[in-house]
Every structure is written in structure tokens, then in C-alpha cells.
């Protein structure tokens, strides 16, 4: 019997806020919420904006929250966009007859001396130099950045301020808030959990595209040089992309399961996700966490993607409006007439459970995740350019659904997350291939929502964000709308589609699954069925009998109560960060192992050694 996966929590932050208690989901969907509805998300999203909403309170608050979320122009706690910095390149020539006189501070003086340079005075703290030839400075300027939009996190908020998060790079501090939100958003003390798993049951799946770039992380090592730093012991083990996986097991949950990072472009979070589904079918793993956290908005990230002609510049968004004044809200545009996509910061992680464990545990079943698929696209002409894959994921994770459940559910219970990265390529293309997935399984008005036009692209985290949309899709049965747009492309394949600018109330009854696919460059194509609430609950009883789910309903109950506990508390800005550093560290000398066990500190169950690993017809 193979196993089904189950989310049981799931957290994080993004440009909309805190994911647990679905909060940013609810901040997209703002105009369809009661009136006391908006006052928690206002409230709950001004906790964590700390003094950037200081003092305000009613219809000043609500403005300055909406203002400042989603995405929007970069604000200069980040860097000032009309002047960020940015070093120029000068040539200034000098000869035997006319030679270049600078004066240096003693510290600043290069050592050896470069060629054609000369000490011609000397005194206390500095010296004069004469440079006979043609020499090339750097000089420290500024300039207006082309691209100014992006999907920061929520104004004020700083994820490092929450712990101690010294030299940490911030996309390692967004990704401790945001795995310790899921963990949290169970309602489950992760040491009850691991007294009833074996530690190698344990998995923990993270990685970031980029890297960590900032100035703790990468970016700062591979600048030292040319700005005449040094390079800090932490910037290159920081830099690293499998660090988000390494800082949950090491400062979050102290595991010693397994572990992975993997890396597919933009379809990152969803690969991570097919390793940990994956391994829970198989019986390896009982219980995994399963994330991605990135912080891109950087002017040298920008750089790089502006140049590659992928980003929505001021000009262009010019060029598409016939405006000299930018909406920067509407800068991310899916599936209408755009231009380019809107980078973003996000860090998102779900707990998933086999379904045995979670009934035995108590705990709340948010979704249920049967199969994850990915491709790649073949021989490409292009290393950005879209291909075959995305057909193949999209066919597998809609018959997946249509067999478990009934073609009937797919045509009327179902919905999309689109990739939907706001590029004219993307729209046509993507939206063709759901046009034909739809055709081929009798799908006649696929509801199609695309949350980058919200949260702007977060690489990495970008089908974290449409996870966490989904479990709020399942929770209330209203589907974003895509409101950055005034209509559908006319190029876009929408006969067979339900694209609306407004929400889409799809019933919460009704809505059974949903499909979440992603496109990365290079050809990493990846496509998530997820099953509702309702229906894993279902297949649940379904499989394991009244009994036990009568036994299961009578646990959740006392879960649920700890988790709202948690929730309230973190509505108030008390977020709670899990970061054990240096703390119940495990003694080696106290590690038992006989040929049969190993006995590892702080776990009650052992792991068991001497299985076959399946190739028991090898065996003696």
C-alpha cells in the first residue's frame, strides 16, 4: 500500500505576509473578506511591519498596509533605486612630462607599489605619488536603476531582527522565520513528533536558486577583491544553496535525517516537494519539511536579469501603458498585455506526514500531495526558451487526479496556479498548454489563477507561494483573481480557460483539487496534484476505518488548540523563531551501535540496520 502524502503545516513570509493561518492568501483576496475579516489581516500584517505603521490606527493603518505589501516600488531600506550605488571605470592619462600627482593615506597605499608609481614625498599619515602612465580608477557613483519594481516583504519587516542573526545573508534569516512558522502551524511540539519516528524517517528538502548574494553570502566574496575587502571566514559556507537546508537541520529541528537540496530554476520548491513525496510513497521517509527560501532584490540580480531582457523595466511599463506614470502594483501582469516579470523575496515550507502517522498523531490535514511531476524539454535552441515538458507534467498531474478521483472532478472540482511569470512568451505558451491538457480531458472552463501578480517572482519559493495560495483556496473557495491586468492577451489560448480579473468564488464545497505548475529556465518544468482537506480526509476513512479515524478526530481537537494558540501569537508579531545555536548538541561518545541498531541521543527509537534496501534476491 503506498503510502499518501499529507500536509499537516505550512508557514512562511512573503510580499503579502505570513503564509500560516493563511494570511497572505487572505491579503490577495482583500476585497472579497467582511469587513471584520480585513481588520485581522490589517492588524495581523501591521505586527509585522513594526514602526513603519507605528501610531496609525483605523483607515490610516488600512492605507499604509495595503501600500505597503505586495508588489511595489523598491523602497530605499533596501537600496535607493533613483541612486543606487554603482562603480565606474575612469582612465586618466599621465606622463614622464606631465605625471599624475595623487596623496594617499599611509593604509591605502598598495604594497608592492604598482608599476610606474612613484613616493615623491613622505609625512606623517601620508605620502604624495606620481604616476607617469595611463592609469584606470574606480570611482564610487550612482545611478537610477531601469528596473524599480519588486515583491519586497511587508515595509519595516526584518526577518533578521526576530533572532540572532549575525553575518546570517537574508534569504538564511527569511528561511529560519519561515520553516519555524510550519513548524509551529502544526500544533505539534516537534520532539513529540520525533519520539515516534526513527531519526533516518526524518527528511528535510531546501534549497535557493541564487545562492545567497548579499554582501554576508556570496556577493560579498566575490566583490572583496575588486572593492579592496577582505573576505569574511562565513561568506563562502553562508553563499552556499543548500544552506536553507542545512540552517533547519542544524538550528531548527536539530535532525540528523536525511537531507537535500535541489535545484530547478523556478520550479525549485516543486522538485524539493517531489523528493520528499517521493520518499514518503516509498516508505523511507514518515514525516519531512519541504521549503525554499530567496532574497534576489539586489541590484546585481536585477543587473543580470534586466540584461537578459526577462525583467518588466520602468520603460517598458512605460512603452505598455502610453504613460509617463507607472502603477508599480501593476508591474507583474500574467496572462495579459506585459512585459517582463517582477523579481520578489519569499521563504515557504509545508510538513508533510505519511497518512498513517498524521492520523496517529492528531494532526490537521491541509492537503494531501499524491504525485509530483517534472521534465525536461529535449534539445532547446534557447536556455530560456519553453519546450515539450511542461505538456508532459501537466497531462500526468491531471490524469493523476481524473484516476484518483473521477474525470467529473477534474472538469468541475479543479483549478489552476499558473506559472504565470508575466513575460509575453509565457503567456502564450503556458496558456496553450493547459488550453490542451483541457481539451484532452474534456475540461471545458479551467479556473486559472497566477499569484505573481501579487507577490511579484520569488525564483526558488515561487510554488511555495502558489502552496500556500492553494491551502487558502481549499480553506475559503475564492481563487485569486489576476487584478494587475485590464484583459486577457488577445494571444492568449483562454477559450477552455477561466482567467478573471476579479476574485472567483469557486465554492469551498466544491473545490477538490488543484494543480501547480512551474517553468524554469533551462527546461525544469514541474507540475504538483494536491487533493483538499475534504478529499484526503475521505480517501483517508476511506483506507484506514472508522475506528481509527474516530480515534484520529478525538486527538485533533487538542492540536488544533495549539495551533490557534500559536496563530493568535503570531497575529500579535510574536513569531517565536526556532534557532538552537550550539544548544543540545549530540554527544558522539553517547552514539550506541551494535551491528544491528543505532541508538543516536535524544531519539527513543533506534535505526535499524542490516535491511536489504530491496535487493533481497541479491542476498547469500
Request: aromatic share 6%; hydrophobic share 40%; charged share 20%.
Amino acid at each position: 500500500m503506498t503510502r499518501l502524502p499529507v500536509v499537516v503545516g505550512f508557514g512562511g513570509f512573503n510580499a503579502a505576509g505570513r503564509s500560516s493561518g493563511h494570511r497572505s492568501y487572505e491579503r490577495m483576496i482583500f476585497e472579497s473578506l467582511t469587513s471584520t475579516e480585513k481588520n485581522a489581516v490589517i492588524r495581523s500584517l501591521a505586527s509585522l511591519m513594526g514602526k513603519a505603521v507605528e501610531g496609525l490606527e483605523g483607515a490610516a493603518l488600512e492605507s499604509a498596509v495595503l501600500a505597503g505589501t505586495l508588489v511595489r516600488r523598491i523602497e530605499s531600506s533596501f537600496f535607493p533605486v533613483e541612486a543606487a550605488p554603482v562603480s565606474r571605470r575612469c582612465r586618466v592619462t599621465g606622463s614622464e612630462s606631465n605625471p599624475i600627482r595623487i596623496v594617499l593615506s599611509h593604509r591605502d597605499l598598495p604594497s608592492p607599489l604598482p608599476e610606474g608609481w612613484k613616493i615623491i614625498s613622505d609625512s606623517a599619515g601620508s605620502c604624495a605619488i606620481e604616476i607617469a602612465h595611463e592609469q584606470h580608477f574606480t570611482v564610487e557613483t550612482a545611478q537610477e536603476m531601469a528596473v524599480q519594481a519588486a515583491g519586497q516583504l511587508p515595509s519595516g519587516f526584518n526577518p533578521g531582527a526576530h533572532y540572532k542573526s549575525t553575518h546570517h545573508p537574508r534569504g538564511l534569516q527569511l528561511n529560519i522565520l519561515a520553516a519555524s512558522d510550519a513548524v509551529h502551524s502544526m500544533g505539534i511540539d516537534w520532539e513529540v513528533i520525533c519520539r515516534e519516528v526513527s531519526p533516518d524517517q526524518i527528511g528535510v528538502y531546501s534549497s535557493s536558486v541564487m545562492s545567497q548574494l548579499d554582501n554576508n553570502g556570496f556577493g560579498g566574496m566575490l566583490q572583496a577583491r575588486l572593492r579592496g575587502e577582505r573576505v569574511s571566514s562565513k561568506q563562502l559556507a553562508l553563499g552556499l544553496n543548500t544552506m536553507p537546508a542545512d540552517f533547519v537541520n542544524a538550528y531548527v529541528l536539530g535532525s540528523v535525517g536525511v537531507t537535500g537540496g535541489v535545484t530547478g530554476a523556478c520550479a525549485t520548491f516543486l522538485y524539493n516537494l517531489r523528493a520528499g513525496v517521493e520518499d514518503i510513497k516509498a516508505g523511507r521517509r514518515r514525516v519531512v519539511l519541504v521549503g525554499s527560501a530567496e532574497a534576489p532584490i539586489l541590484p546585481e540580480v536585477i543587473d543580470g536579469y534586466a540584461a537578459m531582457s526577462a525583467l518588466a523595466t520602468d520603460a517598458d511599463l512605460r512603452k505598455l501603458t502610453g504613460s509617463q506614470e507607472i502603477d508599480y502594483r501593476r508591474a507583474s501582469r500574467p496572462f495579459g498585455e506585459n512585459c517582463g516579470f517582477t523579481l520578489a523575496e519569499s521563504g515557504q515550507y509545508v510538513v508533510l506526514m505519511d497518512d498513517e502517522l498524521a492520523l496517529q498523531m492528531g494532526a490537521q490535514i491541509f492537503a494531501a500531495v499524491p504525485g509530483v511531476y517534472v521534465h525536461a524539454d529535449g534539445f532547446k535552441k534557447s536556455i530560456s526558451a519553453p519546450g515539450p515538458g511542461n505538456y508532459i507534467t501537466m497531462a500526468k498531474a491531471a490524469s493523476l487526479a481524473a484516476n484518483i478521483l473521477g474525470v467529473d472532478a477534474l472538469r468541475h472540482s479543479s483549478f489552476v496556479q499558473a506559472h504565470g511569470s508575466s513575460t509575453p512568451q509565457n503567456r502564450v505558451t503556458e496558456s496553450r498548454i493547459f488550453d490542451q491538457v483541457a481539451q484532452a480531458f474534456g475540461v471545458e472552463s479551467w479556473p486559472v489563477a497566477a499569484v505573481k501578480a501579487y507577490l511579484g517572482h520569488s525564483l526558488g519559493p515561487a510554488s511555495g507561494d502558489q502552496m500556500a495560495t492553494t491551502l487558502g483556496v481549499f480553506a475559503r473557495g475564492i481563487l485569486p483573481g489576476i487584478k494587475t491586468i485590464d484583459a486577457v492577451a488577445a494571444d492568449v489560448y483562454a477559450d477552455r480557460l477561466s482567467i478573471s480579473r476579479q476574485d472567483q468564488n469557486l465554492g469551498k464545497e466544491k473545490v477538490k483539487i488543484g494543480l501547480l505548475n512551474s517553468k524554469g529556465f533551462g527546461g525544469n518544468n514541474a507540475t504538483a496534484t494536491v487533493f483538499s482537506p475534504e478529499v484526503a480526509q475521505s480517501l483517508l476513512q476511506k483506507r484506514h476505518g472508522s475506528a481509527v479515524w474516530s480515534a484520529y478526530l478525538g486527538k485533533l481537537e487538542t492540536v488544533k488548540a495549539h495551533a490557534a494558540k500559536y496563530l493568535q501569537d503570531a497575529d500579535e508579531g510574536k513569531l517565536m523563531p526556532i534557532y538552537e545555536f550550539g544548544s543540545r548538541m549530540i554527544s558522539e561518545e553517547e552514539i550506541q551501535l551494535n551491528d544491528h541498531e543505532i541508538k543516536i541521543p535524544g531519539y527513543d527509537k533506534a535505526i535499524a540496520l542490516g535491511g536489504y534496501d530491496g535487493f533481497e534476491d541479491l542476498a547469500h
